[in-house]
């Protein structure tokens, strides 16, 4: 089955400067590639997502880009903010397999004022 | 704007015993899905349903789970006899349309087993 492998697992930054998480997964047939925020003690949030035929895509601070052929995928936010601190989650999933999401082990973000 | 509700919101049980966890997906969505979060590790999927039965399941949603859409509204899993290590969180997402992937969560309903 699908293996998602996150890193780092923790991730400190001062405000104002970029912060970078990658992601890795096994499955080649995995299409669709989301990525959560999770605040403490509040359920996972989708923040943006990228599927399999795009290679990267932005939404306003927040970025994504993928590498099929490496089978890898990044998490890109710049001019952080402290209210980005929270545990950042990617994840996989494969629409012929049932879309079950496959997370990675997580990466908490702290952004220092 | 619709959001999956859960029902409780902490549960603590006494190991052995029967939980039910209930979760109210968007009203006109069609995939529903159950994952675990032991604290302080990852999300975990148990498992996914489409059409009044499961589409797949994990190795962890053995034989002591369950699921159920008992009416048109909500979605609910069984833990019939509770171990220490079923202690986590665990969230109810649901889908509308394979064509578009995006899974809404929960809340969460937090399972403390003594």
């Known amino acids: 089955g699908e293996n998602v492998e996150q890193h780092p697992s923790t991730l400190s930054v001062q405000e104002g400067d970029s912060a970078v998480i990658k992601c890795t997964y096994s499955d080649s047939a995995s299409n669709y590639f989301p990525w959560y925020k999770q605040e403490l003690g509040k359920r996972p949030q989708l923040i943006i997502d990228i599927r399999s035929n795009v290679g990267e895509k932005k939404d306003q601070r927040i970025a994504v880009t993928l590498n099929k052929t490496a089978k890898h995928f990044s998490l890109h936010i710049t001019e952080t903010q402290p209210e980005d601190s929270a545990v950042y989650f990617c994840a996989a999933s494969n629409k012929a397999a049932g879309n079950k999401l496959t997370f990675g082990g997580g990466t908490r973000v702290l952004v220092k004022p | 704007e619709p959001e999956v509700t859960q029902t409780p919101s902490h549960q603590v049980t006494q190991m052995g015993q029967e939980v039910i966890l209930r979760c109210v997906p968007i009203s006109n969505h069609l995939y529903f899905y159950w994952y675990r979060q032991i604290l302080g590790q990852k999300v975990e999927f148990l498992v996914s349903?489409?059409?009044?039965?499961?589409?797949?399941k994990s190795e962890i949603f053995d034989d002591q789970f369950s699921v159920e859409r008992p009416d048109g509204s909500n979605f609910t899993l069984k833990i019939r006899s509770t171990k220490l290590e079923d202690s986590a969180m665990y969230f109810c997402a649901s889908q509308d349309d394979m064509s578009y992937n995006e899974q809404f969560f929960g809340p969460g309903t937090r399972l403390t087993v003594l």
């Open positions: 349903f489409y059409n009044n039965e499961i589409s797949e």
